[in-house]
T-cell receptor
Framework: DQQVKQNSPSLSVQEGRISILNCDYT??????FLWYKKYPAEGPTFLIS?????DKNEDGRFTVFLNKSAKHLSLHIVPSQPGDSAVYFC????????????FGTGTRLTVIP | GAGVSQSPSNKVTEKGKDVELRCDPISGHTALYWYRQSLGQGLEFLIY????????KSGLPSDRFSAERTGGSVSTLTIQRTQQEDSAVYLC??????????????FGSGTRLTVV
């Protein structure tokens, strides 16, 4: 029962263009969402997050958008750089209940120089 | 250490054998999490330790899995009578406090377990 879904296993983008990574969730109790970035042979590292009281959060080249009615969030990277090539995981948590984060299956982004 | 250390980085074991995976969290981090990622799956929560409290074992997939955390620091995840479906990357993370929001998680680089 995958409560957080990333339906695109991979994405290729030209350097300088926008990368858009998508994530859907099913649990309406989720109220906090995060994106993690993972390079090969390394653990995931936190990238950006958003609370359900917001619909947008921006940090430099990275912006996360949240559409609660659609239970959908997206990560925009502008402009994309070759160093952004990694696997991106979407994650969600609820204020009450589980101690853990719920992760998607990841999207492998390749930025082509 | 500076980061979360996991060992071994790779482990190949025969079906039916027991394995132990080790996690050395960041010094001072009271919370420790184990996750695993099987092929084609997201990171799946296994177990959570917070200080001296009883661990949250709700994510352990079967009674073949167990974990302990000695002295509030190093943790060992033990899988008994391994099965092929146990093959996965096992990730450990630690944080200063119970961190639902996940920003404070520092992950180790994982142990890739292959059961043949």
């Amino acid at each position: 029962d995958q409560q957080v879904k990333q339906n695109s296993p991979s994405l290729s983008v030209q350097e300088g263009r926008i990368s858009i990574l998508n994530c859907d969730y099913t649990n309406s109790m989720f109220d906090y969402f995060l994106w993690y970035k993972k390079y090969p042979a390394e653990g995931p590292t936190f990238l950006i997050s958003i609370s359900s009281i917001k619909d947008k959060n921006e940090d430099g080249r990275f912006t996360v958008f949240l559409n609660k009615s659609a239970k959908h969030l997206s990560l925009h990277i502008v402009p994309s750089q070759p160093g952004d090539s990694a696997v991106y995981f979407c994650a969600a948590s609820a204020q009450t209940g589980a101690n853990n984060l719920f992760f998607g299956t990841g999207t492998r982004l390749t930025v082509i120089p | 250490g500076a980061g979360v250390s996991q060992s071994p980085s790779n482990k190949v074991t025969e079906k039916g054998k027991d394995v132990e995976l080790r996690c050395d969290p960041i010094s001072g981090h009271t919370a420790l999490y184990w996750y695993r990622q099987s092929l084609g799956q997201g990171l799946e929560f296994l177990i959570y330790f917070q200080g001296n409290s009883a661990p949250d074992k709700s994510g352990l997939p079967s009674d073949r899995f167990s974990a302990e955390r000695t002295g509030g620091s190093v943790s060992t995840l033990t899988i008994q009578r391994t099965q092929q479906e146990d093959s996965a990357v096992y990730l450990c993370a630690s944080s200063f406090t119970r961190d639902r929001r996940g920003k404070g998680y520092t992950f180790g680089s994982g142990t890739r377990l292959t059961v043949v």
